[in-house]
Nanobody
């Protein structure tokens, strides 16, 4: 059983920064990738950023240049540094992970709220 626990969400003013963390615990063998997704009210969950076990990253166009994903493999932890936040970044952010050989995330955290507002 794998658990993903997010932390670091909160309320921030436009232009501000936040750092999200996601720690995996439980029976972990090896993740093929970990990443962050978000869901705003009334919208579908969307990809924010992913990082593979080899360090390859992928970002949504809307966050490229503002957000940075990183990973501490030894800790099975993934981070999302969010800079220059905009009101449209407001959403519940979910951490996801997928086992090696899978194409989609098969583990999810409970989500953490990020609100960007003045």
């Amino acid at each position: 059983q794998v658990q993903l626990v997010e932390s670091g969400g909160g309320l921030v003013q436009p232009g501000g920064s936040l750092r999200l963390s996601c720690a995996a615990s439980g029976t972990i063998f090896s993740f093929g990738a970990m990443g962050w997704y978000r869901q705003a009210p009334g919208k579908q969950r969307e990809l924010v950023a992913t990082i593979t076990s080899g360090g390859s990253t992928n970002y949504a166009d809307s966050v490229t240049g503002r957000f940075t994903i990183s990973r501490a493999n030894a800790k099975n932890t993934v981070y999302l540094q969010m800079n220059s936040l905009k009101p449209e970044d407001t959403a519940v952010y979910y951490c996801g992970a997928r086992d090696l050989g899978r194409l989609t995330m098969n583990y999810w955290g409970q989500g953490t709220q990020v609100t960007v507002s003045s």
